[in-house]
Each structure stands twice: as C-alpha cells, then as structure tokens.
T-cell receptor, first 115, second 111 residues
C-alpha cells in the first residue's frame, strides 16, 4: 500500500513569510495528525483530525498556524507569519479508526528552515 | 499517559541481540506499551505494542514484566539498518489520549 505522502520535503523561508505543507494520508485512514519535531526532540502533536473534523488542536499555536482537511482526505498545514523557532520537521501521520490501537503511519516529513 | 524513562543512548554489535529497556512504573491498568523507532531523516515507524503478555512480530519482541512497571524491546539480530531512535510510549487505547513522544533511546549498531 502507498504510504503517507508529504510535500515539499524541504523549504527555506525568511521570518515573517508564510509557508504551507501538504499531506495525503493512506487511503481509507480516517484519522490524520500533524506533528512538529524540533531538532533533538521527539515529535509533538499539533493537531488531530477525524475525517474532516478537528479532534484536538490544543497545542497548535493558533495565532500563526492553521490546518484544514477538506473532504476528509488530504490536509494542509499553514504557518503565517513564520518565526525562527518554527524551524522544524513537520510530520503528517494517519491511522485507521478502530478500537484497540495507536498504530500511526508517518510520512517522511517536511523540513522547514526559517532564516 | 504514564511517563516512561529510557536510556539516552546504547550501542550494540551487529548480529547481536539489541535489548532496549523502558521504565514505566506509573503505568495504569488500561495503558499499553508501544514502541516506535525513527531512522534518520524519516518519520517514526511503529514496531510493536502490548498490554501484559509478551509479544512478537516480524520486527521485534516485547517483554513486559509481570508488574508491568518496565519492559524490554528486543531486536534479535541487529543490523546496521536498525540504527535509529527508539521511543517507548505508555498510552491507553481508549478515550482521547494522544501519542506523545519523549526523547527516546538512540541505538547505534556497531559493525
């Protein structure tokens, strides 16, 4: 089966500019996650979608970050305006919805460098 | 989620068994132990999970102590491709808990 697709793989921008990342989950996976991974740290959950509804966005910096999942399939994460501390890898993951598992499939990530 | 404690780094010789420990002394009765790993420049990859019985799959074995306060992930014949950061996470499979990653154990396989 095809994996979780993310693009772009790398992006370099200057502070105060905007950037968008795209994610296409595994077909049939109703749950989609965006994680932020700063160098040397474990991934941190930013937002979780169930189909096209938000389940948890408690750690999303809503003043600058936004995410949407139209039609319950692919998703876009946007940062506007970017800050230096947003430099990180943005990981998208998806999972099936059924009781009894936290088995997520991750994409390769989008590495953002803010100068 | 129960807090987990892992060594920061470990080395293992290629071809030998790699045994990665995890302490989760405050784990509750409905929390599973999950293991993920992250190879350089890739996203995390699910390995295995268990509740109280030992588990084995094509990637690894998971040994959970009887009191469930600690566990060990075993890679039976480590290869260079097993060099990665390994994350141990204790989480319930029900409710709204979210998968939260710590800093994990950096495992280096030595040729």
């Amino acid at each position: 089966e095809a994996g979780v697709a993310q693009s772009p793989r790398y992006k370099i921008i200057e502070k105060r500019q905007s950037v968008a990342f795209w994610c296409n989950p595994i077909s049939g996976h109703a749950t989609l996650y965006w994680y932020q991974q700063i160098l040397g740290q474990g991934p941190k959950l930013l937002i979780q979608f169930q189909n096209n509804g938000v389940v948890d966005d408690s750690q999303l910096p809503k003043d600058r970050f936004s995410a949407e999942r139209l039609k319950g399939v692919d998703s876009t994460l946007k940062i506007q305006p970017a800050k230096l501390e947003d430099s990180a890898v943005y990981l998208c993951a998806s999972s099936l919805v059924y009781s009894g598992a936290n088995v997520l499939t991750f994409g390769a990530g989008s590495r953002l460098t803010v100068l | 989620d129960a807090k987990t404690t892992q060594p920061t780094s470990m080395d293992c010789a290629e071809g030998r068994a790699a045994n990665l420990p995890c302490n989760h002394s405050t784990i509750s009765g409905n929390e599973y132990v999950y293991w993920y790993r992250q190879i350089h420049s890739q996203g995390p990859q699910y390995i295995i999970h268990g509740l109280k019985n030992n588990e084995t799959n094509e990637m690894a074995s998971l040994i959970i102590t009887e009191d469930r306060k600690s566990s060990t992930l075993i890679l039976p014949h480590a290869t260079l491709r097993d060099t990665a950061v390994y994350y141990c996470i204790a989480i319930s499979n029900f409710g709204n808990e979210k998968l939260t990653f710590g800093t994990g154990t950096r495992l280096t396989i030595i040729p």
